[in-house]
Every structure is written in structure tokens, then in C-alpha cells.
């Protein structure tokens, strides 16, 4: 059964070009070459409005980083917090011994304490002086001495406190605690650690990943353009948000939308460009700081753009881009065109082809003038197969007959030949068995004659040898007799 893929503002068509089989006793009026008939898909290209986008390399940012550090010197005696974990503001991340804080902050309140006797003292005093100074029962000099005393007592209430305050404050920072809502990381040290002598000691890192941003650099070409569209309005855009963008995660299909932030005002001198960055809404946190994704900007709308699939576009021996193009009288052309953009799976054309002509997007027709053009579905998407049989099922199936019956007797052909080299083959083998067979046969009958002969021979030896010891004992009875 055929099946119908839809495509996205083209009309498709199945077309078979059939070549007629030369058989003998036809006439020569025919001068097309013997072929088998050869199914092709076209498409009659039409122009629809098309919205240009441009894809980019970026890297995505957090919204908000803080570092934790100690800000006192001292020993970590707990971490309270899961590392890759989300973390409120204000909630206790570590804990540094905060013993010798405490002490610091009672010996503060002690001089402080101090202190307020002392001007308690000095306020005494100067309350005595004030009517015998104007009866000029003291001296103006103590008088003056005393009023000093307790300016002097007043300065040192006041640096008192700010010890207390200093000390208090200090107490509290060994409770380190996190400045941002977000996703802390990894610890930077373990408990029985010695921190921030002499440095403010890295703790763990906190990021917010809601909302996300994405930096990337354009040429400042296509900025100015996209400048262009916005303020002529070809390019939509949200009035409090600017224009919109997509962000992809390399290697995935997942994707995030958002809008463009701001572009920076200086163009890098080096390479023409311009950083760019983007607002993306993270929830779920899928778009992690530093991840590398591509980055989906519009550059304004065509109305009238011509694309074509990718498999349409070929390559000519000169490396040019070029289709098939099926023109008049049915014949097919190799026709140079001018390739834009990818969008998808798809060729940006942007000349060489208009609307309403047809194109091979499959099969293996070459530019020629074919015999036969049959037009099997005339636009696509069709119903052809509802409701049971009609005209276009009947001339599809005749059609895939031919194609049958000839890649059958070609088969066929085939198989006979190969089978015809199998038995030739078998009998060279079966040939040559029979050849080793014999003479395995031969060599296992001379390896035993030469076994009976090895045999019979030592037999010989042994009785020649009997007979030996035969005749030696005679000759010696003899001489003993003589003897």
C-alpha cells in the first residue's frame, strides 16, 4: 500500500517514467534504449510565507550568582545543607565554632559596661559645678575640666558600643547563612576545616536558574536588520519584551523561548560581531549555567519564499546546487538554482525555481526526454484510498506491474545463470574429489605392499640369520671331534 507523508506546501506526485522494451520484430521507429521502467516522486513547488530565522552557538548564564565565604576566621564544626540541593535565603548553611566570638562579645559589653559608669560619673559632676559655677564657688578652670570629662566619657560609651556591635556582629557571622534563594553546589570544605585566616574562605556557590539567560554574538549585519524588521514591523515582538528567540540544548530536541534582553553597544573589533543576550523562563531547571545550546533568532518574514526538501537539491560535477525540474513536453532538465538557508529539512531557494513547477525530489531519473509520464496522484495530500478501488489504485497497480513483470524476467535471467555457473562448478568439484579419492585410493594400497615387502624382508633376515647359527654350530662340533 502506498504511503502518504505530508508535506509541508508542495503538491506531491507519483510519476513513472516507462521506457518501451526492444523485442524482436518491432519496428525501428522507437529510439529509446531498452530500460526498466523507473518510478520517480515529484513536488509542484509553491510559495508560502516563510519567517527567517538564523541559528547560533551560545552559552547559558544564571540569573543571580553568590558565592559563600567566611567572613570570620575559625573552625567549620557543621554543614547543614544537601550539596545540589535548592536553598532559601537566609537559611543556615554552615556553622564555625563561635566559642571565641562569644567571649569577644562579653568583654565588649564589660567596656561598655565601663564605660557607662564612667559617664554616669562625669554627668554627676558637671550637674555639681553648674550652679557654683555661676556663684563662682569653683573655679572656672575645674568647672571646664569637668565638661571635658564628660565629652571624654561620652566618646568612650559610644566606642564601647561599637564594639559590642562589632562583636555582636562577628558572633553572628559564624552562622553562615545564604544570601540568594537557589541551587547550591558542591561544599568547598568539610567540617574540621580552618577558615578565613587571613582570607575570606569560598564556602559553596549558590546560582538562581529562574529565569535563565543565553549569551551568543551575532554579526552586526544581521543586528542592523533584524533592527530594520522590528521597527517596520515585519518581525513581531512583544512591546515589553522585545523580540523573540529559541534556544535549543545541543544534542537534544528540548527547546526553551524567551525573548531578546539587550545587545551590547560595542561591536569586537577582531571578528565584526556583537553579544547579544536572552531571557528564557527555566522552571525546571533543563537549562544549566554554562550549557552549551543553539540559539533560534528571527531575522524578519518572506512572503513569498520557494522551499523545496533536501533531497531535491543536487550537486552538479562543478559543485553547483541545482534540481530536476520536469518542463514541457515532458522533459526532464537539470536546472541551477540558488540555495539560502536550511530551515529544517528544507532548501531556502532563493532564485532559479518559481511557483507551479514541478521537480523529482526521488528516484533515479537523469535529465533526458522520457517516453512515457504517467501522473498517477495528481496533488497531495489525496484520499485516494478511501471508501475502496478507483481509477488512481488501478493505474498505480498496472503501473507497478510493468515494473514487476520486467524486474521479474530480469531476475529470472539471473537466477539461471547463476544456478548454470553453480552446476558447472559443482561438477569441477565433484571432478576433483573423485581425482583425490583415487589417489588416497593408490597411496593406502602402496603404503601396505610396501608394509607386506618391509615384512617379508625381515622374515628373510631372521631365517638367513637361523641358518647362520646353524652351520656355525656344525663346524664347531666338527673341529671338537677332529680335536
Known amino acids: 500500500m502506498l504511503e502518504h507523508r505530508g508535506v509541508r506546501g508542495w503538491s506531491l506526485m507519483v510519476v513513472v517514467i516507462a521506457a518501451p522494451l526492444l523485442i524482436g520484430g518491432c519496428d525501428g521507429d522507437n529510439d529509446v534504449p ?14 508560502r510565507p516563510l519567517t527567517l530565522t538564523h541559528e547560533w552557538p551560545g552559552r547559558t548564564e544564571p540569573d543571580r550568582v553568590a558565592e559563600v565565604r567566611a567572613r570570620v576566621a575559625g573552625i567549620v564544626l557543621s554543614r547543614n545543607f544537601e550539596e545540589g540541593a535548592d536553598v532559601e535565603a537566609g537559611q543556615v548553611l554552615f556553622q564555625i565554632d563561635p566559642a571565641p566570638f562569644k567571649a569577644t562579645l562579653s568583654r565588649a559589653q564589660g567596656e561598655l559596661a565601663k564605660a557607662d559608669a564612667e559617664l554616669f560619673d562625669a554627668r554627676a559632676a558637671v550637674k555639681r559645678y553648674t550652679p557654683l559655677a ?86 552586526v549585519a544581521d543586528v542592523l536588520r533584524m533592527r530594520a524588521a522590528l521597527a517596520e514591523g515585519r518581525l513581531a515582538q512583544d512591546r515589553d519584551q522585545g523580540a523573540w528567540i529559541s534556544v535549543t540544548v545541543d544534542g537534544t530536541d528540548q527547546t526553551r523561548d524567551g525573548h531578546l534582553l539587550f545587545s551590547d553597544i560595542t561591536v569586537d573589533r577582531t571578528t565584526g560581531q556583537v553579544s547579544l543576550r536572552g531571557q528564557l523562563a527555566n522552571p525546571d531547571a533543563l537549562l544549566l549555567p554554562g550549557m552549551y545550546v543553539r540559539v533560534h533568532t528571527q531575522q524578519g518574514v518572506d512572503p513569498n519564499a520557494i522551499l523545496v526538501p533536501q533531497r531535491a537539491v543536487r550537486r552538479s560535477t562543478k559543485g553547483k546546487a541545482q534540481v530536476l525540474l520536469i518542463g514541457k513536453d515532458d522533459i526532464v532538465e537539470a536546472r541551477p538554482v540558488t540555495t539560502g538557508t536550511m530551515q529544517g529539512s528544507e532548501w531556502h531557494i532563493l532564485g532559479g525555481l518559481k511557483s507551479g513547477e514541478r521537480i523529482i525530489i526521488g528516484g533515479t531519473a537523469g535529465p533526458t526526454r522520457s517516453a512515457r509520464l504517467v501522473v498517477l496522484t495528481a496533488a497531495y495530500p489525496a484520499n485516494l484510498f478511501s471508501g475502496g478501488r478507483n481509477v488512481a489504485n488501478l493505474d498505480l497497480a498496472e503501473a507497478r506491474k510493468d515494473i514487476a513483470v520486467a524486474g521479474y524476467e530480469h531476475a529470472i535471467q ?53 641358518a647362520q647359527r646353524t652351520d656355525f654350530s656344525n663346524q664347531n662340533t666338527l673341529i671338537d671331534i677332529a680335536a
Open 34 to 47: 531498452n530500460a526498466t521502467p523507473r518510478a520517480v516522486q515529484a513536488i509542484i513547488v509553491q510559495a
Open 134 to 219: 555661676e556663684i563662682e564657688a569653683v573655679s572656672r578652670q575645674d568647672f571646664d575640666a569637668a565638661q571635658a570629662a564628660l565629652k571624654s566619657a561620652l566618646a568612650a560609651r559610644q566606642s564601647a558600643q561599637a564594639d559590642v556591635e562589632t562583636a555582636r556582629l562577628e558572633l553572628d557571622d559564624a552562622t553562615v547563612r545564604a544570601s540568594i534563594s537557589g541551587r547550591i553546589g558542591r561544599a568547598q570544605v568539610t567540617e574540621g576545616a580552618l577558615v578565613g585566616e587571613n582570607e575570606a574562605t569560598a564556602l559553596a556557590t549558590i546560582q538562581q536558574l529562574d529565569p535563565a539567560y543565553a549569551d551568543f554574538k551575532q554579526p
Open 414 to 466: 539471473t537466477a539461471f545463470k547463476e544456478v548454470s555457473d553453480a552446476l558447472a562448478a559443482t561438477d569441477t568439484l565433484r571432478r576433483e574429489e573423485a581425482s583425490r579419492r583415487s589417489l588416497a585410493i593408490s597411496s593406502t594400497a602402496s603404503l601396505r605392499l610396501s608394509q607386506a615387502r618391509y615384512d617379508a624382508g625381515v622374515d628373510d633376515y631372521l631365517r638367513f640369520l637361523k
